[in-house]
């Protein structure tokens, strides 16, 4: 570990990049077999759980949901755990509550996750909106292997909403005739409604969330 020679805030890139690095400890452990990273995995998850999900009105920031679902799905699934499928439910049962799901004051609003009561979580963007979808479909999979329907209609409703918000950020036939030279961009996805810039981090991550959906949906 090489500490940087510049000042940064730890607590808030942990928030970003701690689900990130438990999912890639539990990743390795399926590859390689070898138990040290699944109990790293555990040993970290485990710490979260309290920072994140225990002690939710503390520190609560939307942008860890994702990434810690995506490890929570790998360790219940690997361990069975019921800690782990409670922290998904909690943690995923919260983020909804941000998204727009009645489009105002602008249709072009809905689906989006932004809560105009505290900007602290972030302006809204396909960067936040594309892995808060990808994680709802691994929330899904696990209120349906439970049989829990109500969670799987809210987060089905919620992930086809979230697709939706995606979809009209494309630049795509009509939508582009402001454009000087539209065959330059066309498919690709804005960074919001308000602001065109194109993204390698916010395409990827519509990319995963939409081949997520196809896989979990059995989509054509």
């Avoid at 009561?117 to 302006?123: A, K, L, R, V």
């Amino acid at each position: 570990y090489i500490e940087p020679d510049y000042s940064y805030d730890e607590i808030k890139l942990l928030k970003f990049y701690s689900g990130e690095a438990i999912l890639s400890l539990v990743e390795f452990y399926e590859k390689t077999g070898d138990e040290k990273y699944l109990n790293a995995a555990i040993v970290s998850q485990d710490y979260y759980i309290n920072e994140y999900v225990t002690l939710m009105d503390e520190n609560y920031y939307p942008a860890y949901v994702p990434w810690h679902t995506m490890s929570l799905y790998k360790l219940y699934i690997d361990t069975k755990s019921e800690k782990y499928k409670d922290a998904i439910f909690k943690l995923n049962d919260k983020v909804i509550e941000i998204q727009n799901q009645d489009g105002k004051p602008y249709i072009d609003y809905l689906g989006r996750f932004y809560d105009p009561d505290h900007p602290e979580y972030g302006p809204p963007n396909s960067g936040s909106t594309a892995p808060q979808v990808e994680g709802l479909t691994y929330a899904y999979e696990i209120a349906e292997l439970e049989n829990d329907y109500e969670r799987m209609y809210e987060y089905k409703k919620s992930i086809f909403l979230g697709a939706h918000n995606l979809i009209n950020l494309q630049f795509d036939g009509a939508d582009m005739y402001y454009l000087s030279h539209p065959e330059r961009v066309e498919g690709a996805l804005r960074f919001r409604v308000d602001d065109n810039r194109i993204r390698i981090d916010t395409t990827q991550h519509t990319i995963d969330a939409f081949s997520k959906i196809l896989d979990v949906f059995k989509l054509d």
